[in-house]
């Protein structure tokens, strides 16, 4: 399984983004899909989770009413819709998932950068 990111860009405070994870190899064998942003000198953390069966969906409270998870089966792809974007949105937003043997595999992540 390879996983693709794309999307990220500058934009200002208050706009939306969306970015894509385009995932190749057995999109059906994964057990859940999410994103975890990064950003300057801070850790890697957890935004938010998709649980490819059932569609159920998770948030960090940091995202929660501003950021939707979603996944489109039929063309092997993951989306992150982000609206109303924060100066603290600002990092490399990294595509995760886990597959039926609980192995997680990374994209190699897109720059997402709010300006005042």
């Known amino acids: 399984v390879q996983l693709a990111e794309s999307g990220g860009g500058f934009v200002q405070v208050g706009s939306s983004l969306r970015l894509s994870c385009t995932v190749s190899?057995?999109?059906?064998?994964?057990?859940?899909m999410g994103w975890y942003r990064q950003a300057p000198g801070k850790h890697r953390e957890w935004i938010t989770h998709i649980i490819n069966s059932s569609g159920g969906t998770k948030y960090a409270d940091a995202v929660k009413g501003r950021f939707t998870i979603s996944r489109d089966r039929a063309t092997n792809t993951m989306y992150l819709q982000m609206n109303n974007l924060k100066p603290e949105d600002t990092g490399v937003y990294y595509c995760n998932a886990e597959d039926s043997d609980y192995v997680t595999y990374w994209g190699l992540g897109t720059q997402v950068t709010v300006s005042l």
């Open positions: 190899g057995s999109f059906f064998s994964l057990n859940a």
